[in-house]
Structure formats: structure tokens, C-alpha cells
């Protein structure tokens, strides 16, 4: 097999594809004819097909995180690192399981209407930070769709950021600030920021748990099975503040990219928007990619990988290589990491687009001057 593909993908590689202005041709490519191989130059493993990707992700070997480096060297020592190295999601074993087992359900009995409804009823908080505009300017569409997730995650689970706009947008800026820190490519100034957002996000979460839940919501319900299972206030909270970084930049990558969709096909602006969105997840996901780590010496998709090896697992590419027996969105993961709440993620994208077309946010326009923001896994618009 060659080294490298065609040379109609000349200077494209599994990393640059994510912010690369179309990358779906080469990623068929390698599904189609390189689904798993070594990429020397990145010093990865690179799965891009659908078996093989389904093959990684549930390899009993291929770990979340370094079996040596559970928190990322950059946040060692800080409140960022603390945070990260408590979410189940980074982790692995039979240490996370009862935190997981309660959250996950929790998750997935969330409505989608109901969640739909709280963005609305949220997207009403922001409005009193926006000047009158006839149409939104992209610096306000790049705010929301960065705050109004978050905000209205936070609502669903009954967490007080709905008292007044400018609480609600600090809360989504901390957020913000933390899930920017856990990049590789975090410079000093961002992990410092990351860190002091950690503080503040624990801060007002053990403030907000003490007695500003709402009683109806579902946390009142997962801190008492959490303290009935022995399970530590710390790694709760922790949890909590990891569901809202969730929200934070994936269902931000996912509703910017159904805005541009959108935008590139005017004709279709009548079709059921939850519809347009689950297209999107899957045709141009917000998540393009993940890593998987070697814990030992094992044989993967035929090949022999060592410990310590890493995978970088093409989402992107299974989910539009047409290979696959059933038609997903793998961008929500599959198997013992996928994530619960694909379906909360979609309403919330959906919600966030209807709300920012109702204030004026023009699809065709925003789709006309934008760039991707810098990652090496998200595929993010950044409207100019």
C-alpha cells in the first residue's frame, strides 16, 4: 500500500482536514482504499473506515488518555487538570462506572422538545445584551453560538444561569475558557485562562448545587443516587461542568455548520430544520476526529500496534465514506465513550439556528465570509 495518497490530495493530511475547505473527497479516499494504516510523518495510526473505526473505538485496549498521562501535561498542576482528570469520559475502569451509570440515563431521558424549549426561553436572556440590528452582525452569531447551548443546557438541568443576560454569558465564557484550555494547541496564556475558569466554574457549581437548583430538574435526583452509591461530591460536579463543555464547542461546531449548509442551499430553507441538522451531523460533523491510546502490545485491524501507540480515529471519514452497513452519525462516538446525549446535542443545534434566524442571522450571508477556527479535531465556522 502507498505511503501517500493521490496526488489530487497534495497537502492535505488526516490533521488539516478538519479546517480544510472540503475535505470529504479525500476522507472517502482513504476510507475507500486506506481504512487502517500507520502515517509516519504524524506518528499516528489513522482509522478511516467504518469497521475500523467501530473496530478502535471498542478495542479493550485503546484507552481515552495515555495509561502514563491521564491529564494533559500542559494542565498538570492546575485547577484545569484537577477538573479534567474527574470527567468519566477521560477515563476509564470500574472506578467511573457508578457516576457513569447514573449519568448517562439522565442524559438520555432529557426531552428534546423540552430542551428546545428552554433555548427559546433562553435565547430570550441574551436578547438584552444585543444592540437593534436588521440583521445580526457575525460577531453576535459567533457569541451565541458559543452561549446559547450552554446556557440552555444549564437551564434543562435546572443550574441558575437564567437570572440576567450577563451571568448567563459569563457562564458560557468560562466554559468557553476551560474547553479551550484542554486544546493541543493551548498556548500559556489560553491554559492559564483554562485554569482560572476551572476555579470559577467550581466555585459556582458548588454554590449553585448548596441550593440554587431548581427542584424539579434532574441534578436534586443524581446527588442523591451519587451519595446513596458513595460517590464523591467532587467527581459530580465535575461531571456536571464537563456536560456543559460539551455543549460548548461541539454543538457550537454543529449549529454554525447547519448555518452554513443552510446558506449554501437557499432551496431548501423549508425543510424541517431537526431534519437539516441531523444531515449535517453526519455529512459535516462538528467532531472530526478522536484519539485512541495503546495500553498494550495488540493486534488492531491486522495490524501489530505497541503500547503506547496513538490512533487518531476519523469520525469524519466513516460517517461519509458510504461504507458503512447503517447510516450514523459517528461524530457522537460509538461504544463504551459514545456520547448520550446525541439526540439533546441535535435539539440544541436546531434550537440555537432557529433562534439566530429569528434575530436576523442570514445563512446565505454568513456562509459567504468565514474561516475555521484552529483545531485539530473540531470543525468549528467563525462567521467574519
Not at 473505538?57 to 488518555?65: F, G, I, K, T, Y
Not at 432551496?267 to 431534519?275: I, R, T, V
Not at 488492531?300 to 460517517?319: E, F, N, P, R, W
Request: hydrophobic fraction near 50%; charged fraction near 15%.
Amino acid at each position: 500500500m502507498p505511503e501517500t495518497i493521490t496526488a489530487n490530495f497534495t497537502g492535505i493530511d488526516p490533521l488539516s482536514a478538519v479546517t480544510h475547505p472540503d475535505p470529504y473527497p479525500y476522507y472517502r479516499e482513504l476510507a475507500a482504499t486506506r481504512p487502517f494504516f500507520q502515517e509516519p510523518r504524524l506518528g499516528l495510526w489513522v482509522a478511516a473506515g467504518p469497521r475500523e473505526v467501530a473496530a478502535v473505538l471498542a478495542h479493550p485496549d485503546c484507552r481515552v488518555r495515555p495509561p502514563a498521562q491521564p491529564v494533559p501535561p500542559a494542565l498538570a498542576g492546575t485547577a484545569a487538570g484537577a477538573l479534567f482528570g474527574r470527567l468519566i469520559r477521560m477515563n476509564e475502569g470500574a472506578a467511573h462506572a457508578p457516576l457513569k451509570a447514573l449519568l448517562m440515563p439522565m442524559l438520555a431521558a432529557v426531552d428534546p422538545g423540552v430542551a428546545a424549549q428552554r433555548a427559546g426561553a433562553m435565547a430570550r436572556v441574551l436578547d438584552a445584551g444585543e444592540a437593534a440590528h436588521a440583521a445580526m452582525p457575525a460577531a453576535s452569531v459567533n457569541r451565541w453560538l458559543f452561549a446559547l447551548p450552554v446556557v440552555s443546557l444549564a437551564a434543562v438541568l435546572g443550574l441558575p444561569l437564567a437570572r440576567d443576560c450577563g451571568m448567563a454569558l459569563e457562564g458560557a465564557r468560562q466554559v468557553a475558557a476551560f474547553a479551550a484550555a484542554q486544546s493541543p494547541l493551548a498556548d500559556a496564556d489560553t491554559v492559564r485562562a483554562g485554569a482560572g475558569a476551572a476555579r470559577w466554574l467550581g466555585t459556582w457549581l458548588a454554590s449553585s448545587l448548596a441550593g440554587s437548583v431548581a427542584a424539579d430538574g434532574p441534578l436534586p435526583a443524581l446527588q442523591h443516587a451519587a451519595q446513596a452509591a458513595g460517590i464523591e461530591a467532587q467527581a459530580v460536579a465535575a461531571n456536571i461542568i464537563g456536560l456543559l463543555v460539551q455543549a460548548c464547542e461541539a454543538t457550537a461546531g454543529l449549529a454554525g455548520n447547519t448555518l452554513l449548509w443552510l446558506g449554501r442551499n437557499p432551496s431548501a430553507g423549508g425543510m424541517p430544520l431537526q431534519g437539516v441538522v441531523a444531515r449535517v451531523a453526519q455529512d459535516d460533523p462538528p467532531v472530526q476526529n478522536t484519539r485512541r491510546f495503546l495500553a498494550a502490545d495488540s493486534e488492531l485491524c491486522g495490524h501489530a500496534a505497541k503500547a503506547g501507540d496513538t490512533v487518531l480515529v476519523l469520525l469524519a471519514a466513516a460517517s461519509c465514506s458510504g461504507l458503512a452497513d447503517d447510516a450514523r452519525a459517528w461524530t457522537f462516538g460509538h461504544g463504551r465513550h459514545a456520547c448520550p446525549g446525541d439526540r439533546l446535542a441535535q435539539a440544541l443545534a436546531a434550537a440555537t439556528v432557529s433562534a439566530l434566524r429569528a434575530r436576523g442571522a442570514e445563512p446565505a450571508a454568513l456562509a459567504r465570509a468565514f474561516r475555521y477556527r484552529p483545531s485539530l479535531s473540531a470543525r468549528i465556522p467563525h462567521f467574519l
